[in-house]
């Protein structure tokens, strides 16, 4: 199976400052379709998790543009342009490559 | 509007089997693309994925789990049923049941509740 690491068990954030969250596969989630299939959820506390991107880079439908998803192969990042207090909670990454499918750890965000 | 909704034991215990229903409304599981799932998660602990199936009846299972797993449709009343054989502690967790999409996109767009489920004596 795919593991799946978030090497950031938690991240201080500053409200108004930039945030980044790494994850790594162990093998390559790009497909020959040339598409990632690497998604982001938060699971803000006391929540479902909810979608924010797809495909390495796809933002869900309603995800505000601060947040964005790059990377590709076995390394991907989710930036947040500007962290905002309902930012906080666990950021999961997930792979969708093949079954079963794999979540990361989690980075758990909280504000400083 | 889609939903998506869980019901079944909150207390088993260790040797049962557990039984869960998630109800959907708002997408047919009958169309081309279109999957439900299930996914659980300790207290304080990661995501992880059980089971899913697909329009087309194919099934997919976590393979560390796939002896005590059965997931099943009955599209006619938009239910798919999660059943896991001789439960343990080590199963307590929230089960969520989630829409996946497949095909030109792929991901889980809708989340149920997630219903603790605890196992114990």
């Known amino acids: 199976e795919i593991v799946m690491t978030q090497s950031q068990l938690s991240l201080p954030v500053t409200p108004g400052e930039p945030a980044s969250i790494s994850c790594r596969s162990s093998q390559s989630l790009l497909h020959i379709d040339g598409k990632n299939y690497l998604d982001w959820y938060l699971q803000k506390p006391g929540q479902s998790p909810q979608l924010l991107i797809y495909?390495?880079?796809r933002r869900a439908s309603g995800v505000p543009d601060r947040f964005s998803g790059s990377g590709s192969g076995t390394y991907f990042t989710l930036k947040i342009s500007r962290v905002e207090a309902d930012d906080v909670g666990v950021y999961y990454c997930m792979q969708s490559l093949e079954t079963p499918l794999t979540f990361g750890g989690g980075t758990k965000v909280e504000i400083k | 509007q889609v939903t998506l909704k869980e019901s079944g034991p909150t207390l088993v215990k260790p040797t049962q089997t557990l039984t869960l229903t998630c109800t959907f409304s708002?997408?047919?599981?009958?169309?081309?693309?279109?999957?439900v799932g299930w996914i659980r998660q300790p207290p304080g602990k990661a995501l992880e994925w059980l089971a899913l199936i697909y329009w087309d009846d194919d099934r997919r299972y976590t393979p560390s789990l796939k002896s005590r797993l059965t997931i099943n449709r009955d599209a006619s009343k938009n239910q798919v049923v999660l059943t896991m054989t001789n439960m343990d502690p080590g199963d307590t967790a929230r089960y969520y049941c989630?829409?996946?999409?497949?095909?030109?996109?792929?991901?889980?767009?809708?989340w149920g509740q997630g219903p603790l489920v605890i196992v114990s004596s």
């Open positions: 708002g997408f047919s599981l009958n169309t081309r693309g279109v999957g």
């Open positions: 989630v829409r996946r999409l497949v095909g030109v996109e792929h991901y889980f767009d809708y």
């Open positions: 495909l390495g880079s």
